[in-house]
């Protein structure tokens, strides 16, 4: 095993030449990234997720239920023996051919069977509330780290100039802030990968979690490798929009919809800016030249490059939906629903209760769709939350 790290952590890999691992050992002067410190983000992420489930509980479900957010689930599918056995041993999604089969089994049309394991599938989703509070949560995270992080880095010189974030190295040493700063946020990410298996599950799951790996990726390497000072300005960038993106979706959930759009088409500027502009402009250019320039090449710094450029394209998927959304919202004076709605809609004709095929049969109408109005928004981050 011994042999094994001394492999993978080859200081003429990781580091730039001249450069070795006893550069970056702490002294009594300066204290410098350690990789035993990440050992710390383990027990933190735990207590991170306990504190969320006692937040949610006591003060975001509360907070919720007083501003009228809704506690019940999306409406449950009439009870079928038949179809319950269909939907749960065979398949979610029955082919024309089976919906015609229990179409005539059953003496339902196929309409009808077709309505059944849509809200059966539904049914299974979170309630509002729940998504409440987890938006609640969420935003609360990202609204302290991100006044954290502004406060820290408005006192820093590589703020204002980031060639500043390679001058000095590697004797840049650690300062406080900066180690909690990074704990904390590599603790947040460690959380939501675990988490995200027992959230709101999203269409853009697979996406998200790559998000999260190449985070927590940079996070660790650019830490051990002491490039922590430009790591500080991707953190802090990242979470401004998530702050908007979770006050958008609680809005929603109120169903204040004029405040939830404004919310979405700020949280669309934002974004767009952030990612496409600053990011590309401000981190890409001195990571891609500044760096190069100060340190030389090493072939650490096409590792972090690359991961720093799978997020832009992230983020230029993220930002093609979210144009599209807000392209909808401009023209149609509503923001339209979440193209990552974990609800699936139902037309407005369709009926709340199976229709016979006999000529006697009862027709009952719903006057509302399933997911009416916006059933969530885009994330990035996603946030956010969220990077």
Same mark, same amino acid.
Request: glycine fraction near 4%; charge should be positive; proline fraction near 4%.
């Given at each position: 095993?011994?042999?094994?790290?001394?492999?993978?952590?080859?200081?003429?890999?990781?580091?730039?030449?001249?450069?070795?691992?006893?550069?970056?050992?702490?002294?009594?002067?300066?204290?410098? %990234?350690?990789?035993?410190?990440?050992?710390?983000?383990?027990?933190?992420?735990?207590?991170?997720? !306990?504190?969320?489930?006692?937040?949610?509980?006591?003060?975001?479900?509360?907070?919720?239920?007083?501003?009228?957010?809704?506690?019940?689930?999306?409406?449950?599918?009439? %009870?079928?023996?038949?179809?319950?056995? /269909?939907?749960?041993?065979?398949?979610?999604? %029955?082919?024309? $051919?089976?919906?015609?089969?229990?179409?005539?089994?059953?003496?339902?049309?196929?309409?009808?069977?077709?309505?059944?394991?849509?809200?059966?599938?539904?049914?299974?989703?979170?309630?509002?509330?729940?998504?409440?509070?987890?938006? !609640?949560?969420?935003?609360? @995270?990202?609204?302290?780290?991100?006044? +954290?992080?502004?406060?820290?880095?408005?006192?820093?010189?590589?703020?204002?100039?980031?060639?500043?974030?390679?001058?000095?190295?590697?004797?840049?040493?650690?300062?406080?802030?900066?180690?909690?700063?990074?704990?904390?946020?590599?603790? @947040? +990410?460690?959380?939501? !990968?675990?988490?995200?298996?027992?959230?709101?599950?999203?269409?853009?799951?697979?996406? !998200? @979690?790559?998000?999260?790996?190449?985070?927590?990726?940079?996070?660790?390497?650019?830490?051990? =490798?002491?490039?922590?000072?430009?790591?500080?300005?991707?953190?802090?960038?990242?979470?401004?929009?998530?702050?908007?993106?979770?006050?958008?979706?609680?809005?929603?959930?109120?169903?204040?919809? $004029?405040?939830?759009?404004?919310?979405?088409?700020?949280?669309?500027?934002?974004?767009?800016?952030?990612?496409?502009?600053?990011? %590309?402009?401000?981190?890409?250019?001195?990571?891609?030249?500044?760096?190069?320039?100060?340190?030389?090449?090493?072939?650490?710094?096409?590792?972090?490059?690359?991961?720093?450029?799978?997020?832009?394209?992230?983020?230029?998927?993220?930002?093609?939906?979210?144009?599209?959304?807000?392209?909808?919202?401009?023209?149609?004076?509503? /923001?339209?629903?979440?193209?990552?709605?974990?609800?699936?809609?139902?037309?407005?004709?369709?009926?709340?209760?199976?229709?016979?095929?006999?000529?006697?049969?009862?027709?009952?109408?719903?006057?509302?769709?399933?997911?009416?109005? =916006?059933?969530?928004?885009?994330?990035?981050?996603?946030?956010?939350?969220?990077?």
């Amino acid at each position: 095993m011994a042999g094994i790290l001394a492999w993978f952590w080859n200081e003429r890999f990781w580091l730039p030449h001249n450069v070795t691992w006893a550069d970056l050992q702490s002294t009594e002067e300066a204290a410098f %990234p350690q990789a035993e410190d990440l050992y710390l983000a383990f027990p933190l992420a735990f207590c991170i997720f !306990m504190i969320r489930l006692l937040f949610e509980r006591f003060i975001a479900k509360p907070c919720a239920l007083g501003l009228k957010v809704q506690a019940n689930g999306p409406q449950k599918a009439q %009870p079928n023996a038949i179809l319950e056995k /269909v939907f749960t041993a065979i398949t979610k999604h %029955p082919d024309e $051919k089976r919906l015609e089969g229990l179409s005539k089994q059953l003496d339902w049309d196929v309409r009808s069977i077709q309505r059944w394991f849509r809200q059966r599938r539904n049914q299974e989703k979170p309630s509002t509330l729940r998504k409440f509070c987890e938006s !609640m949560w969420r935003f609360t @995270f990202y609204l302290y780290i991100f006044t +954290y992080g502004v406060r820290f880095l408005k006192k820093t010189p590589w703020l204002w100039n980031t060639r500043q974030c390679w001058s000095g190295y590697p004797y840049q040493p650690l300062m406080p802030d900066l180690h909690y700063y990074y704990i904390v946020e590599l603790s @947040f +990410y460690w959380s939501l !990968m675990f988490s995200q298996f027992i959230d709101v599950k999203r269409k853009d799951f697979g996406i !998200m @979690f790559t998000h999260h790996i190449v985070t927590v990726t940079l996070i660790t390497f650019s830490y051990v =490798t002491n490039l922590t000072r430009v790591g500080t300005l991707i953190l802090c960038l990242h979470d401004a929009a998530d702050i908007v993106l979770e006050a958008a979706k609680m809005a929603n959930y109120c169903k204040c919809q $004029k405040l939830s759009d404004l919310l979405f088409l700020t949280f669309a500027v934002v974004f767009i800016v952030s990612r496409l502009g600053i990011y %590309p402009l401000w981190i890409l250019n001195t990571t891609l030249f500044e760096l190069y320039e100060a340190l030389g090449n090493f072939p650490a710094l096409w590792v972090f490059n690359v991961l720093l450029m799978v997020l832009q394209i992230l983020h230029c998927f993220w930002s093609y939906l979210i144009i599209k959304a807000a392209y909808k919202a401009i023209s149609k004076g509503k /923001v339209a629903k979440d193209a990552r709605s974990d609800v699936e809609s139902s037309s407005d004709e369709e009926e709340t209760v199976p229709r016979s095929k006999g000529p006697h049969s009862t027709v009952t109408t719903n006057g509302t769709s399933g997911a009416n109005g =916006t059933n969530g928004y885009l994330t990035a981050a996603t946030s956010s939350e969220e990077h």
